[in-house]
Every structure is written in structure tokens, then in C-alpha cells.
């Protein structure tokens, strides 16, 4: 009775270029790697001298974040002022939310004031995507994450830094561990790593951290660690909230460390060249060694450096299928 | 005396189904085929080709008032519920005031009879405030109208405290209706805990929250001999306990939201909160099984579970809308569907939207036995329609089925032999 919604159908302007970037799920191949491309060539950019462009001149970007966060809101705004765009940062959490607004009511609101891009953060899981359908034509929508359904940059900065490393996807083995059921992270991972051609993409985790049917997405899940890691080129560690072993989904901190905590001696049995990645923050002695996360295979600080170029690649294709609509619809009118 | 003529008379508590004259008097259904002698007829409504049933009885519609009038009103409603062939609504306690005194049952069947359209039916709350901790008056509330008791899918903690309440509720005979759900199982849930929630990232609500409360309340049935109804069941497991139960002849019953019956948690998709509803959306195993329970007498009734909501309840990142579908006037055109895929019979059907619930409250409707209260649902089964923002009666616009062609239209509804509602 009902035609079941193409993911893309949200965040693709009518000649398949991006106009909003909602979710990994869904995004072709080649998609994919234009934005790995695209941000590869901004990341060299960045070591030069001078660090701008002017692909959002005169636009103004608006980040809004409903969750508190320090380094996606950072490198966003970092991405933006390097594209040349005006930038507000606004955090709602402390203010209009608390005055019983809603987001749709927030969101006209900062559309009176015309904003050419908002870089949405929120806890709700589609709140990107509410955004999107309720937002006035030709303002872009980036999703800097919502609830546990998505953080595509964060995946593609991920993926840009595994390129980086590794080169081809085809033959690598990439294991995701810690808590895949809370994670936006690992979801819009595992989207672009299954489309991007990884050989197998694991989860590692105890089983009340494993959301329902996981496997469907393509996934092999492992409930061993050791046996998890065996042979794996890439291991992606997962930050461990507090709140937790309050929900009765782990006994202890040190129960979990002991049995998924990342350590050199756990690493022994990924392959030998294999790096280590975390989207951070990262709790050191809950899901990660000290020893590990500053030691040879760590690539926690690349991955920061990679998201300044991912965000700018995601803002400028996106803004730019947004132009390209624009242009179609009033030479059609 | 008014005569209906030449429609297909479909009545399943008396068997009945063929192309004849019914003959209303004094409110009552007078005589069926032959009119009865030195009668004058004073008024008729031609219904060849169109289909004559009993007014549809709704097991569970929510109507908002008291304490919820910006998204609906008794008048309001009772009026979709007319344009939807509906005559009989029960309601459940879940207004503010909560149906847990008196007067508040009494407010609802006044207002309800000063509309005069519906008949309105409201349960009493099964316990004080629905805090799960203290009986409510049941008798008096009984005494002030109320059909049955329960305490919506608030649920009661305490199995002692459940005990109590079917305990006295049995010592009079009162019909209890579960909305089975395990409050911490299903916690912060929005939808069917499966491939599609992993894939959305929303939080799910396993079938167990619904089977673990199912068996619980099927023990202290079983204990109490209390009459209880389950109302609007969502998974196949439970309805296979229902079933099971009854062969053990536990006096159980239960109903299932037409919406379970066509929609499943891959509807979510997109993050279209339409389909935002509690009990959430299955899987199509359990589709399955609903629909079997429906042909072998594990589910005996249908309803629409009506939540009307005004529009900015449904504007929001999925999770934070409220749930519900507005359901009243696609209640018989859905249940057609399921006769046109071969599901159900007609008159299947029309049992378990009419016949069966009433047998589930006792009351005397349902029927068009000679004798009976004249609530009739005349409509054309070859209708093509859509339900639009424009057309639709109901205050609540709230409908995932909005712009789908359904076939079948109620063109004219009486109640107490009087025309309510004519299209």
C-alpha cells in the first residue's frame, strides 16, 4: 500500500548530486569517493600557508547543536571559515528547548534570519532528517548526528583516514567494537564501509550492547574479542558512556576493559600493520589503553585533522547541489 | 415507520445475508422482509445496491475530552465516528481528569447524549488516578455508566495490587480490558524492536514487552476467573496465548487495531511519524499471526484505536512525537480491504466489527434482530475515495492512510432509527 522511502530520496537533488547530508545509508560508490576525494584535496590544503577558499563566500552557516559538543562543533567551524562562509554557532540546549519551543518553531526562526546551510546536531534519532523536509528550499542540511541513527562525517572522516592509511577497501578486514547499540558512529560506518567494499566489517561486543538484528546490516557480529580481532586490518573502538552500567547493560567498567578494552596485548592478534581509530573523546582504561591510543597504530589525532577536510568536502558538494537545483528549477519555470 | 429498502441485509448474529426491506419503529428494528400489517410506512431510503449493517461498535477510541480538547472533542468525534458508520464507541480512561470517579463518566455520556450523534461508552480506570496503587470505586463508576475497567497502558507494578483489581472486578462481574504492556521493557520505545529500528537507530520496543505482560495478566485470570479482553494486541506470540487460553476456557477475549492488521514497522522508514503508534508497528510474521488469530477465534473483534492529534504533535523528530492514528472513518473502508485481499469474509467482517464487540461489553446492539436498537450503517461498497485533510471529520488529520484509494463509503448512519449522518 505504501512505497518504502528511499533514504536518498531526502538528500539528493534530481541529478544525483548531494544537496543535504543526512546519512552514509543509501549513497553510491561513487558518491562516496568524491567526497573522500574532494577531502583529500582540502586536506592538503590545510598544510599550506594559506588555509582558505572561497567556495562559501557570502553564505552564512549556521551550527546547530542540541547535544553539547566540542570537537565535531569545532571542526565545523573550522570547515566553514576555511570555505569562507559567515558562521553562528548556537547552542540550544541551554536556551530556546528549555522555553518549550519546538524544533520546528527554532527552525523558522533561524530561517527568518536566511541562513544558507544549518549543521544540525540533535539527540533524536531523524532529527536531520525533520530538518530537511521542513526546511525552505535551497538551505542545506548537514547532520552532524542524531540520537543513534547517523554521523556520516564522522564516517567519512573515518573512511578518508582508513584511505589514507590503507589505500584500496576491497581487502581489508575492519572491526568495530564497544557499544554498537548507542552509536550513530558505528551505523554510518558500516554503511560506507559495505559500500566502499571493505572484505568484512565486524562488530565486537557483549550481546546487551548489540542492537537487534545487527547482522542485517551486513555485519559479523563477535561477542570474543580475541576472536574478533583476529587478522583485522582496521579496529575502530567505540566510547563507552557512564550511564551505562547504570542501565544495567554492564556489570563494570573493569569488567568491560578486561573483556573489550583495547590493549597491545589484545592488538597482538590483529595483523601486524593494523591501525587503531576512535571518534573520541576517548576514556582511557575503559575502552582504550593509554599505551594503544598514543602508541605507533594510533590514528585518533589523524582522524581529527581528516574531519576539518571531510566537513569542508560535505559543506562545499552539498551547498553546491543545492545551487544546481536552484538553477534547474527556475530555467524550468 | 421507516423502511430501508432492497439493500444487502448483512446481520452475522442472526445469519443473515440477502437483499431485503428492513422496517424500523420507535427506534427499534420492527421487522425484516415483510412489513408488518396496518403499518404505514412514513419515511424510506432507497439502498439497492448498497450494503445495510448493524452500527459498528469500536472497542477503543480516544475522544480527548475531557482535559484534551485542543486536539479533539466528543462532538467532534462522535461526528467522525457517524461519517465512519461507527454508532458505539467505548473509551478509554486516559482523559484528565482520568475516568476514576464518577462524575467524569458521567461529564462524557452527558456531553456524548447533548451532541446526540454516538453513543459513547467510557471504561472506568481500574485504579485511582491509573497510579497502579488503589482500586477505583468500580461500582460506582459502573453504576454511572462505565462498561468495563482498565488501566491503559499504565500499567500496575505490583502483581498483588493486579490481583485485587481483577479480584473485585470479578466479584461483580465487570469486564476488565488489558492494554498489555511491560512498562520497563518497553521503556523508551518507539517502534518494533528489529532490522528497520537498528537501521533507524531509534529505540525499540521488543515483543516481549507485550507477551511478558500478556502471560502475567493470563495467570491472574486464570486465578480470578475475572471476564478480561485484550485490547488491541500487536504480536503473534500473544495472540497464540490468548488462543491457548481460551481452549482452556478462561473467559478471554481479544481485539486487534486495523492498522496491525496492514501496516508493519518497515513503514517506519523515512521517519514518517503517521506511523508512530503504541503498540508499534511488527513484523510481517506477526502481521500473520494476527490475522490468522482473526479467522480462528483467537482475535474475535476490530477496532480503529482512534487517537486524534492536533498537528503539532506529529511535527517532530520522530521519537519526540506522540503516538496514534486518527482512525475512526477508515475503520470499515480498511477492514474492507481485508475482505477484497480474501482475508475475511463480509461477513466476517462485519462480525468483528459489530456483533463480537458487543457480545465482549453485553450490551444489546451489534445486531439487527427484530427488537434491537435501530443503530444502522448503510454504505456502498463501490465507492472510490480517498481521505483528505478537507474531507475528514475527525478534529485529528493524523492518518498515514491520507490520499490512499480505498473502496466503500458510508452514505448514511442511524442511530436509534434516527439519520445521523447522510453523505
Redesign the interface.
Known amino acids: 500500500?505504501?512505497e518504502?522511502?528511499d533514504?536518498n530520496?531526502?538528500q539528493l537533488n534530481s541529478e544525483g548530486q548531494l544537496k543535504h547530508f543526512i546519512t552514509t545509508?543509501g549513497l553510491s560508490k561513487a558518491l562516496l569517493t568524491e567526497i573522500i576525494e574532494t577531502a583529500d584535496s582540502f586536506a592538503d590544503m590545510s598544510a599550506q600557508q594559506v588555509k582558505k577558499v572561497p567556495l562559501l563566500r557570502g553564505k552564512t552557516v549556521v551550527n546547530l547543536f542540541f547535544e553539547s559538543s566540542t570537537r565535531t562543533l569545532s571542526t565545523f567551524e573550522l570547515a566553514a571559515k576555511r570555505l569562507s562562509a559567515d558562521v553562528l554557532n548556537l547552542n540550544i540546549s541551554t536556551s530556546s528547548t528549555s522555553k518549550g519551543e519546538?524544533?520546528?518553531d527554532t527552525l523558522q526562526t533561524l530561517e527568518a534570519m536566511h541562513s544558507d546551510m544549518f549543521v544540525v546536531r540533535?539527540s533524536?534519532?531523524?532529527?536531520a532528517?525533520?530538518i530537511a523536509e521542513?526546511v525552505t528550499p535551497n538551505v542545506a542540511v548537514i547532520n552532524a548526528g542524531?540520537?543513534?541513527?547517523?554521523h556520516p562525517t564522522q564516517a567519512m572522516l573515518d573512511m578518508l583516514t582508513i584511505k589514507r592509511h590503507k589505500g584500496d577497501f576491497s581487502p581489508l578486514i575492519v572491526a568495530i567494537v564497544g557499544d554498537i547499540l548507542h552509536s550513530?558512529v558505528a551505523?554510518s560506518q558500516i554503511h560506507a564501509l559495505r559500500t566502499l567494499g571493505a572484505a568484512e566489517i565486524r562488530v565486537i561486543a557483549p550481546t546487551t550492547l548489540l542492537?537487534?538484528?545487527?547482522e542485517?546490516?551486513g555485519v559479523k557480529v563477535f561477542t570474543n574479542m580475541q576472536a574478533g580481532l583476529k587478522d583485522a586490518d582496521v579496529v575502530i573502538m567505540l566510547r563507552l558512556q557512564k550511564e551505562r552500567m547504570q542501565s544495567a547493560l554492564l556489570p563494570s567498567e573493569s569488567e568491560f576493559y578486561k573483556l573489550f578494552g583495547l590493549t597491545n596485548e589484545k592488538l597482538q592478534h590483529a595483523k601486524p600493520d593494523a591501525v587503531v581509530m576512535h571518534p573520541g573523546p576517548i576514556n582511557r582504561g575503559v575502552e582504550i589503553e593509554s599505551a594503544v591510543a598514543d602508541g605507533p597504530k594510533s590514528l585518533i589525532l589523524d582522524q581529527v585533522t581528516n574531519g576539518i577536510a571531510v566537513r569542508m568536502a560535505v559543506m562545499s558538494m552539498s551547498m553546491s547541489g543545492q545551487m544546481t537545483e536552484k538553477n534547474l528549477k527556475s530555467e524550468a519555470q | 415507520m421507516l423502511v430501508i429498502q432492497n439493500g444487502r441485509v448483512v446481520d452475522p448474529k442472526n445469519q443473515l445475508d440477502q437483499t431485503c426491506d428492513l422496517y424500523i419503529k420507535n427506534g427499534k428494528v420492527a421487522a425484516i422482509g415483510q412489513a408488518p400489517e396496518g403499518q404505514s410506512i412514513s419515511q424510506s431510503i432507497d439502498a439497492s445496491g448498497k450494503v445495510v449493517i448493524p452500527g459498528l461498535i469500536d472497542l477503543c477510541a480516544h475522544v480527548r475530552e475531557p482535559g484534551y480538547t485542543q486536539k479533539a472533542t466528543i462532538a467532534s468525534e462522535t461526528a467522525a465516528a457517524v461519517a465512519g458508520g461507527i454508532t458505539t464507541l467505548v473509551t478509554p480512561p486516559t482523559t484528565k481528569p482520568v475516568v476514576d470517579n464518577p462524575a467524569v463518566a458521567e461529564l462524557i455520556i452527558d456531553r456524548a447524549e447533548a451532541t446526540g450523534l454516538a453513543h459513547v461508552l467510557p471504561m472506568g480506570a481500574l485504579t485511582q488516578g491509573l497510579q497502579g496503587e488503589q482500586l477505583s470505586p468500580m461500582h460506582a463508576l459502573s453504576s454511572s455508566g462505565c462498561v468495563a475497567f482498565s488501566n491503559a497502558r499504565q500499567g500496575i507494578p505490583s502483581a498483588l495490587v493486579l490481583l485485587r483489581c481483577l479480584e473485585y472486578a470479578a466479584t461483580h462481574d465487570f469486564l476488565v480490558i488489558f492494554q498489555p504492556q511491560d512498562h520497563e521493557l518497553a521503556a523508551k520505545g518507539c517502534m518494533h524492536?528489529?532490522?528497520t529500528?537498528?537501521?533507524?537507530?531509534?529505540?525499540?520496543i521488543?515483543e516481549t514487552a507485550e507477551t511478558v505482560e500478556v502471560a502475567r495478566c493470563l495467570l491472574l485470570v486464570e486465578q480470578t476467573g475475572v471476564r478480561a479482553h485484550f485490547g488491541q494486541l500487536s504480536a503473534e506470540r500473544s495472540v497464540r496465548m490468548v488462543t491457548d487460553a481460551r481452549k482452556l476456557g478462561l473467559r478471554v477475549t481479544a481485539d486487534v487495531s486495523i492498522h496491525h492488521l496492514?501496516?508493519t514497522d518497515?513503514?517506519v522508514?523515512?521517519?514518517?511519524s503517521l506511523f508512530h503508534v503504541i503498540p508499534p508497528l511488527r513484523s510481517q510474521l506477526d502481521r500473520a499471526g494476527l490475522l490468522h488469530g482473526l479467522v480462528t477465534d483467537g482475535i474475535q473483534a476490530i477496532c480503529s484505536d482512534h487517537q486524534p492529534h492536533d498537528p503539532?504533535a506529529k511535527?517532530?523528530?520522530?521519537?519526540?512525537t506522540e503516538p496514534g492514528i486518527s482512525g475512526l472513518e477508515t475503520l470499515l473502508p480498511l477492514g474492507l480491504m481485508l475482505v477484497k485481499q480474501q482475508l475475511l469474509s463480509l461477513p466476517q467482517l462485519i462480525e468483528k466489527l459489530t456483533s463480537a464487540p458487543a457480545s465482549i461489553l453485553q450490551i444489546n446492539k451489534g445486531s439487527l434482530g427484530i427488537g434491537s436498537d435501530a443503530d444502522i450503517c448503510i454504505f456502498d461498497p463501490e465507492t472510490q475515495w480517498q481521505l483528505s485533510d478537507e474531507n475528514c471529520v475527525s478534529a485529528g488529520k493524523n492518518s498515514?492512510f491520507m490520499g490512499?484509494p480505498l473502496q466503500g463509503k458510508v452514505i448514511h448512519t442511524l442511530i436509534n432509527g434516527k439519520t445521523v449522518f447522510q453523505a
Not at chain 2, 529500528?197 to 525499540?204: D, E, I, K, Q, S
Open positions: 500500500m505504501f518504502i522511502q533514504p530520496s531526502i545509508e519546538t524544533l520546528k540533535h533524536d534519532s531523524g532529527a532528517h525533520f521542513h542524531d540520537g543513534r541513527h547517523a550513530r551505523r542492537p537487534k538484528n545487527i542485517a546490516l | 524492536d528489529d532490522t529500528c537498528t537501521r533507524l537507530g531509534l529505540a525499540g521488543p496492514l501496516l518497515v513503514n522508514n523515512g521517519f514518517n503539532a511535527q517532530a523528530p520522530f521519537a519526540a498515514p490512499v
